[in-house]
């Protein structure tokens, strides 16, 4: 998947969207709900710590609603594959919820793919 330019935010994680196979081999993912984990999961990876951008920032960035991304999460914390682990005070001064990637479900996606894939084909 290409790169797509943010208009605000700091680091390698603000700038882009890495799709991994284990996101949509291994977990199933497509659409939006991909595209929302895959940011997640970029920022949680990139900083080491956890997704705390803002849902309109998000929605800016992929291109989707405001409304979609709030649908998307929801989701995902619902699936397991994300959580919740408190909050976060964005520049502006709003306060946003912090998000960390639940662990187990990656390992079994990637668990999935390597038994497919020649295993250093893929790196999360």
Not at 44 to 54: I, L, N, P, V, Y
């Amino acid at each position: 998947m290409g790169s797509r330019r943010a208009n605000k935010g700091n680091g390698k994680a603000a700038e882009f969207v890495k799709v991994y196979r284990f996101m949509t081999e291994g977990m199933g993912l497509q659409g939006t709900l991909l595209l929302v984990y895959a940011r997640i999961f970029g920022f949680c990876k990139e900083t080491g710590g956890s997704f705390w951008e803002s849902r309109r920032g998000t929605a800016e960035f992929l291109g989707i609603s405001v409304r979609q991304v709030n649908r998307d999460m929801r989701r995902l914390e619902e699936d397991g594959l994300i959580e919740a682990i408190g909050e976060w005070r964005l520049p502006n001064g709003r306060i946003s919820k912090r998000y960390e990637v639940t662990e187990e479900p990656v390992r079994k996606a990637l668990n999935i793919v390597a038994k497919r894939h020649d295993p250093s084909l893929f790196d999360p």
